[in-house]
């Protein structure tokens, strides 16, 4: 049997993944875990955050799974590609999906586009049909400071274990991501020393890569990925 832990993001929630999370289980027999981690959710509370709490959370779901089923996969997008590669490192992942994981940098340059396109539909009075703004709208002033902080930690913490990761890994980024820019794809690749990695690069994807255009796509791609390993 096969237990499939599936991490969403910072201040995000299981939303974030849903529609991959939905496609595996319509697809397989896998069981499917999408935790929430502490403060996440619909309902954003992250005044007490921290890395080490999230961390954990994402560890003892990992934890139920590896009691119950043979095979685990692990699939994080975003901070959470961070905390299931320091989980692959410590624990025996059959295989590690990584989805616009937040490894290193930031893009200044597609942050600026991104919020120029928000402005302009502001101006022309369009924003509520900007799909960037609709998703970052319910953040704006509810994410304290400490919280950014705490995401910094975690970078900082889980990149020291990157090349400690044994486990077959596919590497997905949307080349238009404002919070992770492609280049990022690269630096994990370097990092990571599974003997098979693949990469892929989707044109039209912004950040929330589960849910833009080429989910359809990237659903596929996740599926057959993880079905090589399975049959």
């Given at each position: 049997m096969i237990g499939c832990l599936i991490i969403h993001g910072y201040t995000g929630g299981p939303?974030?993944?849903?529609?991959?999370?939905?496609?595996?289980?319509?697809?397989?027999?896998?069981?499917?875990?999408?935790?929430t981690l502490p403060g996440h959710g619909t309902e954003l509370n992250l005044k007490d955050a921290s890395y080490k709490r999230w961390i954990q959370a994402a560890e003892e779901e990992l934890q139920k799974l590896i009691d119950q089923f043979d095979t685990i996969y692990v699939i994080g997008f975003?901070?959470?590609?961070?905390?299931?590669?320091?989980?692959?490192?410590?624990?025996?992942?059959?295989?590690?999906?990584?989805?616009?994981?937040?490894?290193?940098?930031?893009?200044?340059?597609?942050?600026?586009?991104?919020?120029?396109?928000?402005?302009?539909?502001?101006?022309?009075?369009?924003l509520k049909e900007n799909e960037l703004f609709n998703h970052y709208k319910r953040k704006m002033g509810v994410v304290p400071l400490k919280a950014h902080f705490e995401f910094?930690?975690?970078?900082?913490?889980?990149?020291?274990?990157?090349?400690?990761?044994?486990?077959?890994?596919?590497?997905?980024?949307?080349?238009?991501?404002?919070?992770?820019?492609?280049?990022?794809?690269y630096y994990l690749d370097k990092e990571i020393h599974s003997e098979k990695k693949e990469v892929v690069f989707f044109e039209r994807s912004k950040h929330l890569i589960c849910l833009g255009t080429d989910k359809d796509t990237l659903n596929n791609m996740v599926y057959d990925f993880l079905m090589e390993s399975s049959a």
């Open positions: 939303y974030e993944v849903e529609p991959l999370a939905n496609y595996l289980r319509d697809s397989t027999d896998w069981h499917i875990e999408v935790p975003s901070m959470g590609g961070m905390i299931a590669s320091y989980l692959a490192a410590k624990y025996d992942i059959a295989k590690l999906v990584l989805l616009a994981t937040s490894g290193k940098y930031l893009s200044l340059k597609q942050i600026s586009l991104d919020v120029a396109a928000v402005v302009g539909d502001g101006i022309r009075g369009t910094m930690k975690l970078i900082r913490f889980t990149r020291k274990y990157l090349d400690k990761v044994n486990s077959p890994v596919l590497i997905a980024q949307g080349q238009l991501d404002g919070m992770v820019p492609y280049k990022t794809a």
